[in-house]
Every structure is written in structure tokens, then in C-alpha cells.
């Protein structure tokens, strides 16, 4: 099966992200829906509740820009549902939703591909702010689960490996652990957005990951830079 794309705004919908929700509690689920569709910029097309169900409208429909998911779903884990949609739409984001901070999910996800990873306890503000951030290039994450992601790779430091990276990429990979959207970095080195996207996709290349969290994450853990 062809790999889907993440769907783009269209004339009719100009400026309007796509955002799908897997999430198996009810409630959380339902007012999640409610706040993106009550959110300027924002549409929730499909609020489901299994990543079975994810997958079966993936398979007809083009996937969304972001995934908002539950890491601790019935049947299929969220780990498992970020490595389908990567499978499918590497372009899409997924943003991996939990209610505790455990270390070892935390890196799973990672090395799954996520985008990020947030607590559910946050506020509504927060939530849509981690959107837009991960939209924009960035990896968003709940402060105490970022210093646990830190810590962790620190004490998980394998020997350093160059990968073959060039000068260049390495800049640009030091600045996405300082936390830089690709915005940024195109400005601070005074490149274009598409000339930054080029390097990304042979940084990524290079160090055998899908995603700017999964770069950083390896960056760290293997003392690359």
C-alpha cells in the first residue's frame, strides 16, 4: 500500500491543522475534541478509540498533520501505534498523552518516533501551545518528563559515533537539542527553511531515525556532537 500524506490545508480550509485523537477514556477524549474544534486554526477530524480504529481510517483517508495518543491503550500500545502511523505518514507528528512519567515508556516512545511526549494534567493553554510547537519544528515536553529523558540518556551514554555527519549537520543537530524549531535554525544560520529541511532529512538518514526527538534523543544518548 503507497504511503499516505499528511493532510494539508486546502483552499477551502486555509491555515487549518488536521488533528486526529486516539484516546480510550471517554471523558478526557470528549473534551479534547471539544477544545480543538472550539480552536481557531485547529479541526479534530476523528476522536477514536483504539489505535485499531486509527488504523482502519488511515487506510482510507489521509492521515492528519498530528496525532494526539494515549500511550496506554487497550489492545495495540501507543509505543506500537507510533511506529503504524510512522509506517504510513512519516510526515505526520504524534504527541504521546499519559497520565505518569515512567522512564521506560518514555524512551520507548522516543525511539518509536514521537514527537513529543506530554502529561495529561496539563492545562487546555498548554496543550494547544505543545501543538502549535510541534507544528513549528519542536519537540514539546512536560518539564519533569524532559529532565527524565536527560537524566536517562545521560546514564545510558554509549561510545561516540560520527555517523558520517557533516560539519553542517552537526551544527544543526546541536541546535535541535538547545530546543530550536527549524525556523529558528534557518535564521540563525542564515539559511532558507527548505535548505534546513534538506539537512534534516540526511541527518535523519544518517542516524537511522524519523523524527527530530528521535535525532536529539540519539544525539544525547550516543555523545555525538
Not at 482510507?60 to 507510533?82: F, H, Q, T, Y
Not at 493553554?125 to 512536560?142: C, H, S
Not at 557533516?166 to 543537530?173: F, N, Q, V
Request: glycine content about 8%.
Amino acid at each position: 500500500m503507497p504511503l499516505n500524506r499528511a493532510r494539508r490545508s486546502t483552499n477551502d480550509d486555509i491555515n487549518v491543522v488536521s488533528i486526529w485523537i486516539v484516546e480510550d477514556d471517554d471523558l478526557f477524549r470528549t473534551a479534547i475534541d471539544d477544545l480543538l474544534n472550539h480552536t481557531e486554526g485547529m479541526r479534530c477530524e476523528h476522536a477514536l478509540r483504539s489505535c485499531e480504529e486509527m488504523l482502519t481510517v488511515m487506510e482510507k483517508k489521509d492521515a492528519p498533520e498530528v496525532v494526539l495518543m494515549d500511550i496506554g491503550l487497550p489492545g495495540l500500545s501507543g509505543i506500537e501505534g507510533v511506529k503504524r502511523v510512522k509506517a504510513v505518514s512519516p510526515a505526520t507528528d504524534v504527541l504521546m498523552l499519559t497520565i505518569h512519567e515512567e522512564d521506560e515508556k518514555v524512551f520507548e516512545a522516543i525511539c518509536a518516533g514521537a514527537n513529543g511526549y506530554l502529561l495529561k494534567s496539563l492545562g487546555q493553554d498548554e496543550l494547544l501551545q505543545a501543538i502549535r510547537g510541534v507544528l513549528a519544528g519542536g519537540a514539546p515536553m512536560n518539564a519533569q518528563i524532559a529532565s527524565k529523558v536527560l537524566h536517562m540518556f545521560a546514564s545510558m551514554a554509549a561510545p561516540k559515533e560520527g555517523y558520517g555527519l557533516t560539519a553542517r549537520e552537526k551544527e544543526i543537530l546541536g541546535l535541535m537539542t538547545e530546543g530550536m524549531t527549524k525556523k529558528a535554525i534557518a535564521d540563525r544560520l542564515f539559511l532558507s527553511f527548505f535548505t534546513i529541511d534538506t539537512h534534516l532529512k540526511n541527518i535523519y538518514s544518517k542516524l537511522h531515525v524519523h523524527s527530530g526527538t528521535g535525532a536529539v534523543a540519539k544525539a544525547l544518548r550516543e555523545r555525538i556532537l
